[in-house]
C-alpha cells in the first residue's frame, strides 16, 4: 500500500516536463549532481572535523565551542544546498529513484542522522562549559560523534550505490528486496 502510494506520486513527479527537461538535459543534471556532492564535501568535511574534535583526534588544544561555532554556519549552507540539489536529483528521476532499495536506505539512514544531530547539539550546548577545553567530550557527546561519523560514511555509500542497478525492480528481485525496494507489481517504468 505504501510502496503503490510513493509509486503513484513518482510516477506524477516523473510526468512533469520540468523532470523530464532535467533528467534529459545535456547539462543542468551533471551540473546539479556535481554541485551536490561538491557541498557534500564541503559540508561533510566540517561535520567530520566537529565529530574528531569531540573524539579528541583533531584539534584537541582548541576549544570544542570555539569549533563548532565557527563551523556550523558554513555547515549549514553546505548541507541546504547539499538538500536543494539531493531534491532535483530526486526529481529528475523519481520512479527508479523510489524503487531503488539504496535511496531509501539512505532516506532511513539522514532521517537518524538528523535526529542525532539534534541530539547531539542539544546534549553538547547543555554541557559544553564543563568540558570545552578537554581533550575528549564526554562518553554521550563522543557516542553521537561516532554514530554521525557512521551514518554519513554509510550515507555517502549509499548515495553512490543508488546509481547501480543490482536491486532495480526490473530485475525479478526476491520478495523481500521487492518490497524493500518499493516494486509494484508489473508497474516499473524505468
Known amino acids: 500500500m505504501l510502496n503503490e502510494f510513493l509509486y503513484n506520486i513518482a510516477v506524477m513527479l516523473d510526468d512533469m516536463r520540468l523532470s523530464t527537461l532535467l533528467h534529459e538535459s545535456y547539462y543542468m543534471y551533471n551540473w546539479v549532481e556535481s554541485t551536490h556532492v561538491l557541498f557534500l564535501m564541503v559540508s561533510l568535511g566540517m561535520l567530520f572535523l566537529i565529530d574528531l574534535r569531540m573524539l579528541g583526534l583533531a584539534l584537541p588544544d582548541v576549544p570544542a565551542s570555539r ?8 555547515m549549514a549552507i553546505g548541507f541546504s544546498v547539499m538538500f536543494i540539489t539531493g531534491i532535483l536529483l530526486f526529481y529528475a528521476v523519481p520512479v527508479r529513484s523510489t524503487q531503488s532499495v539504496w535511496f531509501r536506505v539512505k532516506m532511513l539512514l539522514l532521517v537518524a542522522a538528523a535526529i542525532n544531530a539534534w541530539l547531539f547539539h542539544k546534549r553538547m550546548n547543555e554541557s559544553v562549559a564543563d568540558w570545552d ?10 557516542r553521537g560523534a561516532i554514530l554521525s561519523l557512521a551514518f554519513w560514511a554509510i550515507i555517502v555509500m549509499c548515495g553512490r550505490f543508488i546509481a547501480y542497478d543490482w536491486f532495480d525492480c526490473i530485475r525479478g528481485q526476491s520478495p523481500f528486496v521487492e518490497f524493500v525496494a518499493g516494486c509494484v507489481d508489473g508497474q516499473s517504468r524505468f
Do not use: E, M, Q, V
Not at 569549533?67 to 558554513?74: M, N
Not at 577545553?133 to 563522543?142: L, V
Open 67 to 74: 569549533i563548532a561555532s565557527r563551523l556550523t554556519w558554513p
Open 133 to 142: 577545553n578537554d581533550r575528549k567530550a564526554p562518553s554521550h557527546i563522543r
